[in-house]
Nanobody
């Protein structure tokens, strides 16, 4: 049971990044997927959720209109497209999926996003 994020990096303000989350060992097509982030010295922040069929999408106000969550069930992948990035978006980004009663919420290792000029 594993989630692995990728796609983070250093980007200038106003730039874009696309984060990917590869799932293994989960009933991926049956579970919703979420993205969170945690900035240094701050609490973890929920960002977005997508339902198992790609429906039920919702966003935190802080990213609404700039970030887009999506998924590809055929590839067991979830994505977070991030546009118009701001310095305050700098954080470690995590994808999360339900691993069932045995594993509970499964978290990836995180990917660092740094927005700076």
């Amino acid at each position: 049971v594993q989630l692995v994020e990728s796609g983070g990096g250093l980007v200038q303000p106003g730039g874009s990044l696309r984060l990917s989350c590869a799932a293994s060992g989960l009933s991926f097509s049956r579970i919703n997927m979420r993205w969170y982030r945690q900035a240094s010295g701050k609490e973890r922040e929920w960002l977005a959720i997508i339902g198992s069929a790609g429906d039920g999408i919702d966003y935190a106000d802080s990213v609404k209109g700039r970030f887009t969550i999506s998924r590809d069930n055929a590839k067991n992948m979830a994505y977070l497209q991030m546009n118009n990035l701001k310095p305050e978006d700098t954080a470690v980004y995590y994808c999360v999926g339900w691993g069932g009663a045995r594993y509970g919420d499964v978290w990836g290792q995180g990917t660092q996003v740094t927005v700076s000029s």
